[in-house]
């Protein structure tokens, strides 16, 4: 048996070649044993902290893109058109009638949900490896030094197939394997659509951004955000945005609004809709789209009621694939704004640093 390390985690294994967390203590645990502690390592700086006016959030408020994922499918211009200016003006839009059945959103929430109820030493099972980022434990961890984020996770590469990593499926969990292929195979389909929308919004033929991500990458991060009795101290996850191409969010709490999405300097909430999904884009797009479609920075905020879960599902080009601007997305008045790099060099810049806002797009931006 390979050795393990204070946390639980196996010390020898094969990652993914993407980069590595540091072991840190479960923020569930921390919770569990007192939940009154907040310990000094996730009390944010005074600049980084929620504001009291964010903290508590009007019940009606939502202001961001609502899509009808149904129109799109069936080719409505204006429902296309509607796409196109949310992923120009806002980067992330509420998306409904998307046709993922109810009864895979409501099992997939309960298979999160029965994983991080599982007593601590049986999650460590799936804890991830020291060079490795799929599994049980917390992301971008990469200082001993840097701030923590208010949230355990377990991460799954989903898709293709052959790079499901099995051991670190759990097998204590009844129907998680289930739940988790079923949902993956509804979330394939919605991301393929709107990537073949977003490609003929950008002058290619529907395939066109599928080609170029080669065999596409599908992973899955399961958040656990715990209650906290200083909530207006800590996030539950730093301002970031996210490295793939489009990432699809499943909310597990209708009546909670945790998620924000920053817009003209201030944070905007966005309110659930109920069997709904949130997606927003990706690193990856705004680099394919020479920056008309912009990611945009999010965070989720922590709060004293009850524990709040989510599912993030990103779409990722192949490693070996290369992004860069669009040849339709380039002329005299939209110049070049970045340079080609290898898909897994790019990734490998973003997993291997702390979530700080737009720092990573930065790296393949052309310097004037």
Partial sequence: MAPTGENGCVQEDKGLGWGKSLPVPSVQEIVRNDPQCVPERYIQEKKDRPLDSELYIPADSSEIPIINFSLLANGDEDELEKLDSACKDWGFFQLV???????????????????????????????????????????????????????????LITRPPNLRKMKLWPTT?????????????????????????????????????????????????????????????????????????????????????????????RWVPIKPIPNALVVNVGDAAEVFSNGVYRSIEHRALANTSRPRMSVATAMLPNDEAEIGPVESMVNDNRPRVYRNVKYVDFLRHVLENKMEGKAHTDFVKIKS
Avoid at 110 to 132: G, H, I, Q, S, T
Avoid at 190 to 209: F, I, K, P, T, Y
Wanted: one cysteine or more; charged letters at 25%.
């Fill in 97 to 155: 009638n998307h046709g993922i059945a109810e009864k895979v959103l409501q099992d997939m929430k309960a298979a999160v949900a029965a994983f991080f109820e599982l007593p601590r030493d049986e999650k460590l099972k799936y804890a991830m490896a020291a060079n490795d980022l799929q599994g049980y434990g917390q992301g971008f961890v990469v200082s001993e030094l840097q701030k923590l984020d208010w949230c355990d996770l377990i991460m």
């Fill in 173 to 265: 969990v009844p129907g998680f394997k289930d739940a988790v292929e079923k949902y993956s195979e509804g979330a394939q389909k919605v991301a393929e659509e709107l990537l073949a929308d977003l490609s003929l919004l950008m002058g290619m033929d529907r395939d066109g951004l599928k080609k170029l991500h080669g065999e596409m990458k599908q992973a899955m991060r399961m958040n656990y955000y715990p209650t906290c009795s200083r909530p207006d101290l800590v996030l539950g996850i730093s301002p970031h945005s996210d490295g793939g191409t489009i990432t699809l969010l499943l909310q597990g709490d209708d009546e909670i609004t945790a998620l924000q999405i920053k817009n003209k300097d």
